[in-house]
């Protein structure tokens, strides 16, 4: 937990520090990072000393575990790519900037799926990455060793980022908070990109006032990211725990046509329904949304348009770097081979053939889909009166490692509307942690918080292997 008293005990932030460095110990084997920073302690200790020298440092004691592709001064920023291994940015990604700025201070880089290509949390650079609650299945992905991190003590917070749903995924499967803010609020530059119409960055907590405190921090205007222009009309002190709205007589759609039907499917409903009984005794009225249009099995076909956006995003980012370039180009990145096939090959795929003339029309029509899902949940809100929605993250707990990917994930909605959601925890099934997503109207992000607050089950840690 953050220190919020700004004259508690001096040292604490070396303390936080040593805390996680043995809680990695003691996790070690799940293989969550890709490297340490060699200088944590004495980037603590140098937090501390500002601390009593007088300076304010509202995120002294978080420790923070960063994505491999979000750049990181004097620290390898790969993308989990051995095509990438030698690439070390000269400075922060702005987001980042900000909360080191703050106190926050930095334990390492988390693995991820190559390039946040895929949702197991494999990669050429760092293997494969285990679940903290049972290391036969993955930690989901892509944001899964940011996930573990945080799961097991490794950090405060961690950064993640998400096209699809690369930040809930991993938190529901590792039982944290995850959140996918509006887009336009944290710059995305300095992070390695995949589709600049769905990629935000994002932060990851084991508590929903670590996230929103690391959340506040983040935001901010960057030139070098237009779209996080939205910032600077964003009233940030909202974010404070004590200006989040109070629960009672909110509305929430929980929306059936995303949840699964078969007998596999029970655990997780039974622990979404418990969770919805939380909400209606804190007096949040519960409203079931039956609306055919929002079913699992099309939603990815429809609104997933980031692999015809890959080439081009990866190649500008490759152009833009204030270093020599690791790679001359996305060509030559698939060219070299060293990617996992099992995860990418698809992705990778698709993306070559972007330029295609069939491509692009399956591109037009994906954006105009996503208008159509954008006016109808806009119109079902409203209807309804509703401050929030409610569904799965996805229908089934962690995947079994080398298991095939069920399409039965419903994270894309939020990630192609635009709108702020939220993965809380709320119980488990069978040892395995079980989360609810949380979608509101653009901007909304202190009322997630304050559902969340109202939703999340029992804490929950994982046992030491």
Aim: charged share 20%; net charge negative; glycine share 10%.
């Amino acid at each position: 937990m953050v220190v919020e008293d700004q004259g508690a005990t001096l040292g604490l932030s070396v303390a936080y520090a040593e805390r996680c460095l043995e809680n990695l110990r003691i996790f070690g084997q799940l293989n969550a990072f890709l490297c340490l920073n060699p200088l944590v302690l004495d980037e603590a200790k140098s937090v501390d000393r500002r601390h009593e020298e007088g300076e304010y440092l509202p995120l002294r004691g978080m420790i923070v575990a960063v994505k491999d592709n979000i750049e990181t001064a004097g620290l390898n920023t790969t993308g989990g790519a051995v095509a990438l291994k030698d690439y070390v940015p000269r400075r922060d990604a702005f987001a980042l900037r900000r909360l080191k700025q703050h106190g926050a201070v930095v334990i390492g880089k988390t693995n991820l799926d190559e390039l946040a290509g895929a949702g197991s949390t494999l990669s050429s650079l760092g293997g494969q990455s285990l679940n903290p609650y049972d290391p036969s299945r993955t930690p989901a992905g892509s944001s899964g060793g940011s996930a573990i991190a945080v799961a097991i003590g490794a950090c405060t917070v961690a950064l993640g980022t998400e096209t699809v749903n690369s930040i809930r995924n991993p938190a529901h499967v590792c039982g944290v908070f995850g959140l996918r803010p509006s887009r336009g609020l944290i710059a995305r530059s300095g992070t390695i990109p995949v589709s600049p119409t769905m990629d935000v960055l994002g932060p990851l907590a084991g508590t929903v006032e670590d996230l929103a405190l690391a959340f506040r921090m983040m935001i901010g205007f960057d030139p070098d990211d237009a779209v996080s222009l939205a910032a600077r009309d964003f009233d940030r002190n909202g974010l404070n725990v004590s200006r989040w709205p109070k629960v009672e007589g909110m509305r929430i759609g929980v929306l059936s046509g995303l949840f699964g039907t078969g007998r596999e499917h029970v655990g997780i409903n039974q622990c979404l329904d418990a969770a919805f009984e939380r909400l209606r005794s804190s007096d949040v009225v519960v409203v079931d949304i039956a609306e055919p249009q929002f079913n699992s099995l099309s939603l990815y076909n429809d609104l997933a348009l980031h692999a015809h956006e890959f080439e081009s995003a990866f190649d500008g980012w490759l152009s833009g770097l204030d270093t020599c370039a690791p790679l001359r180009s996305f060509k030559t990145y698939v060219e070299d081979g060293r990617w996992p096939h099992s995860t990418m090959h698809m992705l990778l795929k698709t993306a070559l053939e972007a330029d295609r003339g069939e491509a692009k029309l399956d591109y037009a029509r994906k954006i105009a889909v996503t208008q159509t899902m954008r006016t109808l949940t806009e119109q079902i809100m409203r209807e309804h009166r509703l401050d929030a929605l409610a569904y799965p993250v996805q229908h089934r707990t962690a995947l079994l490692i080398g298991e095939p990917s069920r399409p039965e994930r419903n994270g894309v909605l939020a990630s192609a509307l635009g709108w702020p959601a939220i993965n809380v925890p709320v119980g488990q099934y069978e040892g395995l942690p079980v989360g609810v997503d949380l979608m509101a109207f653009p901007f909304q992000e202190p009322l997630l918080f304050s559902l969340a607050k109202a939703v999340q089950g029992p804490p929950a840690r994982p046992k030491t292997l």
